[in-house]
């Protein structure tokens, strides 16, 4: 199978040769900035399955994890695509906003719910986590 995707103008783009480890909604303040003021979606998936074309431009910032993350984005549409973090050099973040089958995208957990909006909504079937959550196993849970 082969997960693809790309930015909003096409000159980023991306493709993904094996399942993502975990996906996840994050509610921390800097992901509603990039994510238009709801939570972000995110796939992980391990770094070396992730083939990219295209200029990406990046900013880096701590989380609320104390990890730097590179926030990596279309150097031409500003679209938000990967974030990464020298801490965990073999993982990338995928955007789900990016996605060409959005439908791929089932999340496991709410992440940073504390920092959630009062309007947030979230599925009452995904556990919520106030911060950050256990590390993910580091298996595809899809099959
Ligand atoms: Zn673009
Ligand atoms: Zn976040």
Same mark, same amino acid.
């Given at each position: 199978?082969?997960?693809? %995707?790309?930015? =909003?103008?096409?000159?980023?783009?991306? @493709?993904?040769?094996?399942?993502?480890?975990?996906?996840?909604?994050?509610?921390?303040?800097?992901?509603?900035?990039?994510? +238009? !003021?709801? %939570?972000?979606?995110?796939? =992980?998936?391990? &770094?070396?399955?992730?083939?990219?074309? !295209? $200029? =990406? $431009?990046?900013?880096?910032?701590?989380?609320?994890? !104390?990890?730097? *993350?590179? &926030?990596?984005?279309?150097?031409?549409?500003?679209?938000?695509?990967?974030? @990464?973090? +020298? +801490?965990?050099?073999?993982? *990338?973040?995928?955007? $789900?906003?990016? =996605?060409?089958?959005? #439908?791929?995208?089932? /999340?496991?957990?709410?992440?940073?719910? #504390?920092? +959630? /909006?009062?309007?947030?909504?979230?599925?009452?079937?995904? /556990?919520?986590? @106030?911060?950050?959550?256990?590390?993910?196993?580091?298996?595809?849970? &899809?099959?």
């Amino acid at each position: 199978m082969s997960i693809t %995707g790309g930015c =909003l103008c096409g000159a980023v783009r991306y @493709e993904i040769s094996a399942d993502p480890i975990t996906m996840r909604v994050c509610w921390c303040k800097d992901c509603q900035r990039l994510a +238009a !003021g709801n %939570g972000s979606a995110n796939l =992980l998936f391990k &770094r070396d399955v992730v083939t990219i074309t !295209g $200029a =990406l $431009a990046t900013f880096s910032k701590p989380a609320d994890s !104390g990890n730097v *993350i590179d &926030r990596k984005f279309c150097a031409t549409c500003g679209t938000q695509m990967f974030g @990464e973090t +020298a +801490a965990r050099p073999d993982f *990338i973040v995928v955007r $789900a906003g990016s =996605l060409d089958d959005p #439908s791929i995208f089932k /999340p496991v957990a709410n992440i940073w719910t #504390s920092s +959630a /909006p009062n309007w947030a909504c979230m599925s009452d079937t995904v /556990p919520k986590f @106030e911060r950050q959550p256990p590390p993910p196993r580091h298996a595809p849970i &899809r099959s």
